[in-house]
T-cell receptor, first 116, second 112 residues
C-alpha cells in the first residue's frame, strides 16, 4: 500500500529539548516536504527536498532543520523547540515532474506536537 | 507573491443538494490546481487535479472547473451526503514550481 508514515503521532515536550519527527515514504518519490497547520493560517510549508541531498527552505523554516540522506526518509528536526512551534505537522511526498510539482501529494497521518 | 483565497470558511447544506466551493487566486497564472479533502486531525487526501488548459474535470460526484480569466476554480459535490462533511482545500503550484501553496480551506457540513 502506498503510504507516507510519520512518527510519532503525538508528542508533548519541554522547551529546548531537541526532537526529531520521522517521515518515510514507500513510493520512490523524489519530492518530499514538511508542512505545519495552525488554526486560521492553513498549511504552510517548512522545508522541501527535490531529491537526496537536495533541500530548501519553504515559507516558515525558522527553528527547523531537515536532512535527506536516503530517498525514502525526510526527518524534521527541532534543535531547540519553543512553544510557538506547537502545531500539527504533516509530511508529504510526490513525484517530481520536471520544473513543477504537478502530481498529487500524499500526506502522512500528522504529528501533533505540544511544546510546554 | 501569489495568494489563494477560499471564500467561505464554512458551508452548511442539506443532504442531496449540490455543494459549491470557491477558490480564487491572484498575482499568478498557475499551471494547474488541485483539490484535497481533510478530515479532522488527519492528513489531506488528493481528490482532483485540473490543468490550465482544461475547463472542467469530473470524478464520480465531484466536478471541478478552472477559469483562468476569472482566476477562479469551483468545486462541486452533487447529491451530497453527510459522509462528505470535511474540510476541502485547494492548492496551486507556486511560481518557482517547487511547492504546493494551499488555501485555508472550506469546512463543509452536510446535514441529513
Amino acid at each position: 500500500e502506498a503510504q507516507v508514515t510519520q512518527n510519532p503521532r503525538y508528542l508533548i515536550t519541554v522547551t529546548g529539548k531537541k526532537l526529531t519527527v520521522t517521515c518515510s515514504q514507500n513510493m520512490n518519490h523524489e519530492y518530499m516536504s514538511w508542512y505545519r497547520q495552525d488554526p486560521g493560517l492553513g498549511l504552510r510549508q517548512i522545508y522541501y527536498s527535490m531529491n537526496v541531498e537536495v533541500t530548501d527552505k519553504g515559507d516558515v523554516p525558522e527553528g527547523y532543520k531537515v536532512s535527506r540522506k536516503e530517498k525514502r526518509n525526510f526527518p524534521l528536526i527541532l534543535e531547540s523547540p519553543s512553544p510557538n512551534q506547537t502545531s500539527l505537522y504533516f509530511c508529504a511526498s510526490s513525484l517530481w515532474a520536471g520544473r513543477s510539482v504537478n502530481t498529487e501529494a500524499f500526506f502522512g497521518q500528522g504529528t501533533r506536537l505540544t511544546v510546554v | 507573491s501569489q495568494k489563494i483565497e477560499q471564500n467561505s470558511e464554512a458551508l452548511n447544506i442539506q443532504e442531496g443538494k449540490t455543494a459549491t466551493l470557491t477558490c480564487n487566486y491572484t498575482n499568478y497564472s498557475p499551471a494547474y490546481l488541485q483539490w484535497y479533502r481533510q478530515d479532522p486531525g488527519r492528513g489531506p487526501v488528493f481528490l482532483l487535479l485540473i490543468r490550465e488548459n482544461e475547463k472542467e474535470k469530473r470524478k464520480e460526484r465531484l466536478k471541478v472547473t478552472f477559469d483562468t480569466t476569472l482566476k477562479q476554480s469551483l468545486f462541486h459535490i452533487t447529491a451530497s451526503q453527510p459522509a462528505d462533511s470535511a474540510t476541502y482545500l485547494c492548492a496551486l503550484d507556486d511560481q518557482a514550481g517547487t511547492a504546493l501553496i494551499f488555501g485555508k480551506g472550506t469546512t463543509l457540513s452536510v446535514s441529513s
